[in-house]
Nanobody, 127 residues
């Protein structure tokens, strides 16, 4: 069993930056691929980024490429999402998820494909 807890969200002006963390408890964090998603009010959950178990491959949605970064520290059982050049349209609840399989990029998110989910952290970007 893996438990995921996101942190680092907040209110930031447009153009600002945030670093989100996803802390994992349980066993074998380094076995899991980690993913970030977001969901704005009234919208479907959206894939943001993913990273394989050793960080060898990363994936990004087109909407965040060049602005967001994903990384992980297996020694600290934590994954990170660096959000730069934030825009008001980035406002959403951000979730992390874990799965053993390398699912790569997903244009449509099927929650059941991911074994574990966090509770989310709110990111609000003011214009």
């Amino acid at each position: 069993q893996v438990q995921l807890v996101e942190s680092g969200g907040g209110l930031v002006p447009a153009g600002g930056s945030l670093r989100l963390s996803c802390a994992a408890s349980g066993h074998s964090f380094s076995r899991y691929c980690m993913y970030w998603f977001r969901q704005a009010p009234g919208r479907e959950r959206e894939y943001v980024a993913g990273i394989t178990w050793n960080g060898g491959r990363t994936y990004f949605a087109d909407s965040v490429k060049g602005r967001f970064g994903i990384s992980r520290d297996n020694g600290r059982n934590t994954a990170f999402l660096q959000l730069n050049s934030l825009k008001p349209e980035d406002t959403a609840v951000y979730y992390c998820a874990a799965t053993i399989s390398d699912l790569g990029f997903r244009a449509e998110v099927l929650d059941s494909e991911y074994e574990y989910w966090g509770q989310g952290t709110q990111v609000t970007v003011s214009s």
